[in-house]
C-alpha cells in the first residue's frame, strides 16, 4: 500500500449478513462524485452490487472504469464505459521485468479463444465504419468495439494490441498507409472479399 500511496480505511461490520464495506464505498463514491473534483472513477470490483453505482457515475457525466476478475457479472460489466479483467494485469505485473513485444502471448490459461461470436463482432464493426472500398480505419474501429462491448481487449486473446490480433485472423485484410506528413503509418483494416456476406437468392 505505502509503495502505490493507497490510503487504506477500515469498515467495521456492524451486524451479520450484512456488507458494511459495500455501502461505505458506495457513500465515499456518492461524496466525490458531488465535490465536482474529478470528472471519472475506477471500480474494482467483481461484484455485480455496484452496477447500479457505475450506472448513477456515468448518468451524472463521468467516465467509469472497472476491473474485476473474469467472473465479474455482465451487468457490471456492461455498466462501465471499459472493464478490464484483472488477470491480464496480474500477469504484466509479474512479468514487469521482462520486456514484451506486440504479439507475445498473455498467458495460455487465462487466454479467451477468438470466436465465430468475436468475429462476427468485430466484422460488423468494421462495416459500420467502411467506406465505399470497404475499408475502415482500425483506431475508429477499436473505439467502436469497446462501444459495443465494454470489456474487449485485445489483450484478451493474447495480443498487446489490436493490430496483431486482426493480422492473426484470416478473415481481415491490413493495409498500413503513410500519414500525410509521412511521420507514422496508418492502420486500415477491411473484410476479405471471400468472407463477405453474399446476397440472399431471391
Known sequence: LLEN???PIQQYGYTTGKNATDSAMIIDAMDILYSEKVNGFCLVSSDSDFTRLATRLREA???????????????????CDKFIYIEILKYKSEENETELTESKSIAKENIDKITPKVI????????????????????????????????????????????????????????????????????YVKIKETHQKKPKKQ
Do not use: C, H
Open 5 to 7: 500511496a493507497i490510503t
Open 120 to 187: 462476427k463482432l468485430i466484422s460488423s464493426t468494421i462495416s459500420d465504419l467502411a467506406d465505399d472500398d470497404g475499408w475502415a480505419f482500425l483506431g475508429d474501429v477499436g473505439g467502436l468495439l469497446q462501444k459495443k462491448q465494454t470489456n474487449f481487449d485485445s489483450r484478451n486473446y493474447g495480443f498487446q494490441k489490436l493490430t496483431p490480433l486482426i493480422k492473426s485472423i484470416k478473415n481481415f485484410e491490413i493495409d498500413q498507409r503513410e500519414s500525410s506528413k509521412g511521420k507514422f503509418k496508418l492502420v
Open 61 to 79: 457525466g463521468m467516465k467509469v472504469f472497472g476491473i474485476g476478475e473474469k467472473k465479474t457479472p455482465n451487468p457490471f460489466i456492461v455498466a
